[in-house]
C-alpha cells in the first residue's frame, strides 16, 4: 500500500501535534527554595525569620518565585479555600523532626507526603499552629509530647483552617 503526499503530511502534522500535547509551558518540577531575613509571608508581610513554628511555600503555575507562609495553618487555608483558583506546582513545608522549632531553617519536605500534628500545645507565628513531619514516628512522638492529633495532607479540612482570628481558639490574634 502506498501513501499519498497528503496522507504523509496529515500524519506528520498528527504526530507533531500530539508530541506538542504532552509539553508544558515551564519546568514540572519545582525545588523549594531558603528563606532569607527577609523573606515575607504572602498574606501579612511578617518576616518568616522572626517567628517560630513550622513554614510553608507555594509554587503557582507561571510564578518563578513561590509564595511563602509564615505558618502551615495559612498555607492549608489558601490551599483549601483560595479567594482565586490557580494551579499549584509545588507545596513545601518544614520537616520539624529536623527543624529547630524557635528557629526553623531548611528541611523543605513536599506538603502533600508530609504527617501533620493539629491540635498541640506548641505555638507558631499565629500562635497555635498545625506541625509537620517527614516521619510519621517523628509525628506520633510531638503529639504524644505536646499533644494533638497525626493527620495526613488529604484529611486536613477547612474549618481546621480558619484564618478569622480564632484559628484553633487562639485568643493571641
Known amino acids: 500500500m502506498t501513501l499519498t503526499r497528503r496522507t504523509l503530511i496529515l500524519a506528520a502534522l498528527a504526530t507533531t501535534l500530539l508530541a506538542a500535547c504532552g509539553q508544558s509551558a515551564g519546568p514540572t518540577t519545582v525545588a523549594p527554595l531558603e528563606i532569607s531575613r527577609n523573606t515575607s509571608c504572602s498574606l501579612d508581610?511578617?518576616?518568616?525569620?522572626?517567628?517560630?513554628?513550622?513554614?510553608?511555600?507555594?509554587?503557582?503555575?507561571?510564578?518563578?518565585?513561590?509564595?511563602?507562609?509564615?505558618?502551615?495553618?495559612?498555607?492549608?487555608?489558601?490551599y483549601l479555600t483560595p479567594e482565586e483558583v490557580r494551579e499549584v506546582r509545588g507545596i513545601f513545608v518544614q520537616d520539624m523532626g529536623k527543624a529547630d522549632w524557635n528557629e526553623p531553617h531548611g528541611?523543605?519536605?513536599?506538603?502533600?507526603?508530609?504527617?501533620?500534628?493539629?491540635?498541640?500545645?506548641?505555638?507558631?507565628?499565629?500562635?497555635?499552629?498545625?506541625?509537620?513531619?517527614?516521619?510519621?514516628?517523628?509525628?506520633?512522638?510531638?503529639?504524644?509530647?505536646?499533644?494533638?492529633?497525626?493527620?495526613?495532607?488529604?484529611?486536613?479540612?477547612?474549618?481546621?483552617?480558619?484564618?478569622?482570628?480564632?484559628?484553633?481558639?487562639?485568643?493571641?490574634?
Open 45 to 78: 508581610g511578617m518576616l518568616l525569620a522572626d517567628y517560630p513554628g513550622p513554614k510553608a511555600q507555594m509554587f503557582y503555575a507561571g510564578q518563578t518565585e513561590p509564595d511563602f507562609f509564615c505558618d502551615t495553618v495559612e498555607m492549608f487555608h489558601i
Open 107 to 173: 528541611h523543605w519536605i513536599d506538603a502533600k507526603s508530609a504527617y501533620y500534628v493539629y491540635g498541640s500545645k506548641r505555638e507558631g507565628s499565629m500562635g497555635p499552629t498545625i506541625a509537620s513531619f517527614a516521619l510519621e514516628p517523628d509525628a506520633t512522638k510531638f503529639a504524644a509530647q505536646y499533644g494533638g492529633k497525626v493527620y495526613r495532607f488529604a484529611d486536613i479540612k477547612p474549618d481546621m483552617v480558619v484564618l478569622d482570628g480564632g484559628v484553633l481558639h487562639d485568643s493571641h490574634m
